[in-house]
């Protein structure tokens, strides 16, 4: 008899244990608001209502009618329920009960309701029910039994039903149920992430029921455009990251726990300053050259349907993350020129409240840093330089031998009047930097009624950073209430509103610059002189005055997040949706620079750093950004015959954009610490503000079909119109998408192909928009009417030379832009094989940019700059590949995952504009972005034979000399010289600086409640080229050179060293120009993540009224292996004085209440 309908995962209801321990406290607040949320409604069968209106009909199909019209669903046993009667039936916005008693009148049926459930079942002449029902029933056993997990943790909510019905219940918190069942009947259990397992009943009386881990699953729900889909009915690239990836990190950012998570995805950071990390995300290489490119260096980013921020969503927010990389964007037009990154926020779970706390402490320690020389490195590398540019050493041998003793006592300087000599050593980066200190906390509740659920959570990081004096410190705050509520049957709202906020500090006028003036701080400098005050001479700063000194630069964030979502289901298959999103930014910031006074070693004052006294400055800024998105669309999902599924999507959308912004500075600030903008001087003064604006209007769709799960077709269309462009031509963009599949694992000829669980192919071709490059209002004439930016004067271009005036034209007008059009072409392969042990995918990609924009050359009797035009071309091709494969050795369960994806681009179109400049060159048509020209080094000058012959070719200084630079004559006339007219000289392409085979690995192993993880991500192929400091040794006659440098330069004792002699005259810029001396390479592996933990057993959690514990060590970016000289990190800037990267070292604990 059908008493019952299957339980789900969904329908569990979670025990809520009564004690309450010292933690919980914290969440009063929560439990407050939960309590207001989760208010008692009235029982369903007492609201709904049934309009219905039909006629000599089956009862068995107007009982189908209620539950389509209605929540409701009925159980009978058929032998009883003359489920074939006709009858009529005709009631407007009646109660059930009248239904009910109008179908059932004439029969000897009654019913009971429960909830949503009506049972049916047979009476007698006086409505008893039938005995021989509950006599049929009595002859069922009452059967007990227990299910954990692989680890032995009990699994709560397992789905325990009797096979071939419908009769079934759930596991509680203990992992345990009961069930009546007869000894010939067999139980299912299936639980959501599982194996489902089948086990008849017997004799049992108490069972004990294992259930394996499912390490994949094809049923596996994936976020789409607008939508979601069954990872087995995907027919493009769309790469999904499991949150575990978030989970335990002490990282403070997402993206920081992405990197190398997912395959074609590129992160890469240039600072590692808490809060101004500057992470770049690309998808699949680059897609255009233009000056804006930054624009759309990463992809699209929608938080729950609405474009948002990545870098202020709180990771422990995150429930899932979806990125679309092919046709599968298309459907988002215009806005997925580079990808598309979808992520979906925790939703509640209906119950009583759940509370999660979760928090790790954190040691820091920098790493990759540029390496400075010690005093005696110094020492000796000067000697060398004075001696190999005719000069006398200025260190004698008893400098040398006091710098050795470290002799405390200086002396006046032998070559500069009124400066010191000093031979003890100073390690400036060890004075102005200590171990950083950080913690992370997270509290969240879920929960809620018959028609509502609500997720809410509170979060909190504090970032000490490695700088001492505690001034380059982070702090953010979050808070986020999702919740939803159903009603009137049909409907459904989803309410999402975050607030975050973000508040960073820094040395007042200086920043991170402070890391390069240690960096670059001459160690025979002393940080004090004799009287404590800061000493300087000769120009240097002091980096410690610096960080000790400086005032307190301010830095706020605040963004407001709102997103209401209505869903109707209008019939069977077919719902509406309307969503609304509206996100407010509030940024400010104050910058002040403080005059800090530097002596003399006799105590008189040198100069001022950061400032001087009159030039005590703040500069103050705040703006305002406002996005809002209106979507509404329709969405019809029908299965006919249990083959034929159709999925039909259409919709609008309205995106605008506001930005306002606003500064000023002033200078002449009293040195008394109050930075208020009105205490500053009148005399120089600066303000400045701008506002933008711009919208888009859009119009999507899609349409899919698949026949039998087997074969999949699907077309996803965007037609998109910008406010940067005028008229109906070039406003108005359409962008299709199409993809199609063939799962060959359901095909009859792989049924005996038993290691096969699935097997899909796919391809697709999409197109998508860009609008980057194009000025907000490029289509008006615009005039400037002011001095340039930083107050420069504005020139009027004309002729040979320019005229300075006061207003001029800003560009020209460009009417007949249009869209860059960036075509996305894939195939690609799914496979689970070995009984979904091993899943593995692979993708092969082309992408072209058909009308790309490009600067055009016009005669400068123009008189102003031309616009640009879609005249260019560039594509890019690539692979991603990615497996899993997932296992068990006796009781411990392990895991391994490896990723490798790469894209290489080149600029096919450039308007034969094929011109370099000696380095790094953004654009050449030909070569790949970011690409560097430089001469080929062709070792150094070793003996007099060879420097005679070199010396014959034209271009090479007359002054070279034996341990030289020497570079090939490449072309063979005769002398050493760059471009020409329709030739490229000796210089040649040597490489280009973006990353190359991005690969992560992951193992990751669990026993008996304790859980491993170790993380290995990196870079098969980079390279660098060394610039400034890092590339030259004596750049500058007072800048000393990188450590590395020491003893590996040519000198008389040195003859095979690699690099040339060490020189304070001109021969050093021959040395040390563009060439391939300065290629690096910056392939790397690094140690991203390694995680212990250990969860805690149920014995021992239940006794404390928790239902989760786990406690855990977690390790980010501790070790890497790498081939760059120097100290610098081979993710970090070109020229080594950039803020360093950090080790941590974090303890948590993650607890469920």
Known sequence: MNYFRKIT?????????????????????????????????????????????????????????????????????????????????????????????????????????????????????????????????QQRKRVTGTVIDEQGEPLIGVSVVIKGTNTGTVTNIDGQFEINVSDNETLEFSYVGYVAQSIPVGNNRDLKVTMRED?????????????????????????????DALESRPVNNALAALQGEVPGMTISRYSGQPGNESFNMNVRGRITTNELNDEVGGPLVIIDGVEGNINMLNADDIESISVLKDAQASIYGARAAAGVFLITTKSGKKGKPLIRYSGNVAATRSSGMMKSPTNYEMAIMDNEANIHNGAAPMYT????????????????????????????????????????????????????????????????????????????????????????????????????????????????????????????????????????????????????????????????????????????????????????????????????????PLYTWDDNVAYYAIANPSEASLNQYSSETTYRNYTGFLEYNKTFNNKHSVDVMGGASHEEYDYETFSAWRDGFADNGLWSMNLGSTNNIWNDGSGSHWSINSFFGRAGYSFDSKYLVEANLRYDGSSRFSGADSRWGFFPGFSAGWRISKESFMEDVKFVDELKI?????????????????????????????????????????????????????????????????????????????????????????????PVTYPSLLGSIAPYSNSGEMKTHGFELAVTWRDKIGIVNYFARFILSDAKDKVTNYGGLDTYELGKNKIREGYPMNSYFAYEFDGLIRTQAELDEYKKLEGVPSNISIGDARFKDLNGDGKISTYGVGDDGDVKYVGNTTPRYNYGFTLGADVKGFDFSIFFQGVGKRTLFRTGDYAMPWSDW????????????????????????????????????????????????????????????????????????????????????????????????????????????????????
Not at 1053 to 1067: M, N, T
Not at 1114 to 1132: I, N, R
């Open 9 to 137: 995962p969904w329908d569990v209801k979670i025990l809520w244990v009564h004690k309450v321990s010292t933690i919980m406290k914290c969440t009063i607040l929560l439990l407050a608001v939960s309590c207001l949320l989760s208010f008692t409604t009235t029982t369903y069968s007492q609201t709904a209502t049934i309009t219905l209106d039909v006629k000599d009909k089956p009862v068995k199909e107007v009982l189908n009618m209620i539950e389509k019209a209605t929540d409701f669903y009925f159980t009978y046993n058929p032998n009883e329920v003359n489920a074939s009667r006709k009858v009529s039936l005709s009631v407007d916005n009646e109660n059930v009960y009248v239904a009910l008693g109008n179908i059932f009148n004439e029969d000897n049926v009654g019913y009971v309701i429960e909830g949503k459930h009506i049972a049916l079942y047979k009476v007698d002449k006086n409505g008893a029910k039938i005995v021989t029902e509950r006599q049929a029933l």
């Open 215 to 243: 390490a994949v699953l094809m049923d596996e729900v994936v976020v789409v455009g607008y939508s979601t889909k069954k990872r087995m009915n995907l027919t493009g690239a769309v790469s999904t990251v499991s949150t």
């Open 397 to 596: 041998e008893d400098f040398l031998n006091r710098i050795l003793n470290n002799d405390p006592n200086p002396i006046e300087h032998p070559l500069y009047g009124g400066w010191m000599l000093f031979f003890t050593n100073t390690d400036w980066m060890s004075e102005i930097l200590e171990t950083g200190f950080q913690h992370k906390h997270n509290l969240s509740m879920t929960g809620g009624g018959e028609n509502s659920s609500y997720y809410l959570s509170a979060g909190y990081i504090d970032q000490h950073g490695v700088v001492k004096y505690a001034k380059d410190n982070n702090k953010r705050y979050s808070l986020r209430l999702n919740y939803d509520y159903s009603f009137f049957d049909r409907i459904k709202l989803e309410t999402k509103v975050s607030v975050e906020n973000k508040n960073r500090s820094d040395i007042g006028g200086v920043g991170d610059w402070v890391i390069g003036e240690g960096i670059f701080g001459m160690p025979n400098h002393p940080v004090y002189n004799a009287s404590g005050n800061y000493f300087a001479q000769g120009g240097w700063s002091n980096a410690v005055a610096f960080a000790k000194e400086g005032a307190v630069s301010k830095y706020k964030t605040n963004q407001i997040n709102t997103n209401f979502k209505l869903i109707g289901d209008l019939f069977s298959g077919m719902k509406a949706v309307l969503q609304a999103g509206i996100n407010k930014t509030f940024e400010s910031g104050k910058d002040p620079a403080r005059s800090v």
């Open 762 to 854: 796919r391809a697709s071709y999409g197109e998508t928009g860009n609008q980057v490059g194009i000025g907000l209002y490029d289509f008006i004439q615009k005039m400037k009417f002011r001095k340039g930016d930083w107050g420069e004067t504005v020139y009027y271009p004309f002729g040979a030379g320019s005229q300075t005036q006061s207003v001029n034209l800003d560009g020209m007008v460009a009417f007949n832009r249009r869209w860059e059009t960036i075509i996305n072409q894939n195939i690609g392969l799914d496979a689970v094989l070995f009984n979904s042990r091993l899943d593995l995918s692979f993708d092969y990609f082309w992408k072209r940019n058909k009308d790309m924009l490009i």
């Open 1038 to 1153: 007072w800048r000393q050179p990188a450590q590395f440098y020491y003893l590996q330069t040519w000198n008389e004792d040195r003859q095979d060293a690699y690099y040339p002699r060490l020189s304070h005259g001109d021969i050093r810029y021959w040395n040390y120009q563009a060439s391939t001396l300065q290629k690096i390479n910056a392939a790397y592996l690094r140690l991203k993540n390694i995680q212990i933990g250990y969860t805690l057993p149920k014995s021992l959690t239940n006794k404390i009224s928790i239902a989760k514990a786990r406690v855990y060590f977690s390790g980010q970016d501790l070790w890497e292996q790498h081939k760059v000289k120097g100290g610098w990190d081979p993710e970090s800037a070109d020229w080594g004085g950039n803020y360093p990267f950090q080790r941590y070292y974090s303890f948590g604990i993650d607890v469920t209440f």
